[in-house]
T-cell receptor
Framework: DQQVKQNSPSLSVQEGRISILNCDYT??????FLWYKKYPAEGPTFLIS?????DKNEDGRFTVFLNKSAKHLSLHIVPSQPGDSAVYFC?????????FGDGTTLTVKP | EAQVTQNPRYLITVTGKKLTVTCSQN?????MSWYRQDPGLGLRQIYY???????DKGDVPEGYKVSRKEKRNFPLILESPSPNQTSLYFC????????????FGNGTRLTVT
């Protein structure tokens, strides 16, 4: 039973355009959500987070949106840059659990 | 520099030969955790520790042991490794469990033949 799902294994966008990465969860007890970025041969690094009391959190080019009724969150990257090419994991925590999605590989083409 | 250090980065071993992967953090974090990453399965939690001498099973604990004798160290022990434990392993730490971002090590690529 996968409680956090990233349904798109990969995404390719042109430099300068918007990248939208999606994540769905099933456990309504999750109340804190995070996005991590992972480059090859490195560990994941924290990117941005949002608590369930908010529906949007912004940090520079990165914005996370949370739709609690749909149990859906998304990460927007605007404008996308080639250096953003990486694997992006969403994670959800709450009720004593932390769970990761499978990851989405983003490729930003120059 | 704040960091989580795992050793070794790469390890090839044979079935049944006990091994330990070390993990150390210098941020005085209370929470530490081990994950394995496998293709198509994302990051799955093996064990975690809320504080010294407190450890709990994650989602895939079978075949693994951990200990937390000191706050900074959280070694992962495979008493009798098997080929299905071939994977990429990550250690992580955070200030608290549920609402603090995790800091990850750079990973240990383990191959069991």
């Amino acid at each position: 039973d996968q409680q956090v799902k990233q349904n798109s294994p990969s995404l390719s966008v042109q430099e300068g355009r918007i990248s939208i990465l999606n994540c769905d969860y099933t456990n309504s007890m999750f109340d804190y959500f995070l996005w991590y970025k992972k480059y090859p041969a490195e560990g994941p690094t924290f990117l941005i987070s949002i608590s369930s009391i908010k529906d949007k959190n912004e940090d520079g080019r990165f914005t996370v949106f949370l739709n609690k009724s749909a149990k859906h969150l998304s990460l927007h990257i605007v404008p996308s840059q080639p250096g953003d090419s990486a694997v992006y994991f969403c994670a959800a925590s709450g009720a004593g659990k932390s769970t990761f999605g499978d990851g989405t590989t983003l490729t930003v083409k120059p | 520099e704040a960091q989580v250090t795992q050793n070794p980065r790469y390890l090839i071993t044979v079935t049944g030969k006990k091994l330990t992967v070390t993990c150390s953090q210098n941020m005085n974090h209370e929470y530490m955790s081990w994950y394995r990453q496998d293709p198509g399965l994302g990051l799955r939690q093996i064990y975690y520790s809320m504080n010294v001498e407190v450890t709990d099973k994650g989602d895939v604990p079978e075949g693994y042991k951990v200990s937390r004798k000191e706050k900074r160290n959280f070694p992962l022990i495979l008493e009798s490794p098997s080929p299905n434990q071939t994977s990429l392993y990550f250690c992580a730490s955070s200030f608290r469990r549920e609402d603090s971002p995790l800091h990850f090590g750079n990973g240990t690529r383990l191959t069991v033949t």
